[in-house]
C-alpha cells in the first residue's frame, strides 16, 4: 500500500506519479511472469499474488489521481 508521504508526493509533483505508476506496472508484470514461469511452492504463489493485488490497488489510487 503507498503511504501517505508518497500519496502526497504523487498529488504535488505529476512526474513522480507517473515514474511510480511505470514501475508498478514493471513489477506487475515480472511478477506474473515469474508466476508463469516458475515452480514456485503454493505458499509462494499465494504471496506473489497477494502483492500483484495490493499493487494493483496502488496503480488504481495513481490512475484516479491524474483525473
Do not use: G, P, W
Amino acid at each position: 500500500m503507498l503511504d501517505a508521504n508518497t500519496l502526497t508526493t504523487c498529488k504535488v509533483n505529476s512526474q513522480i506519479r507517473d515514474l511510480k505508476i511505470k514501475n508498478i506496472e514493471h513489477a506487475i508484470n515480472e511478477a506474473e511472469k515469474m508466476i508463469r514461469e516458475s515452480k514456485m511452492s503454493q505458499q509462494e504463489l499465494i504471496f506473489l499474488k497477494k502483492k500483484i493485488s495490493d499493487s494493483r490497488q496502488d496503480l488504481e489510487i495513481l490512475y484516479l489521481m491524474k483525473i
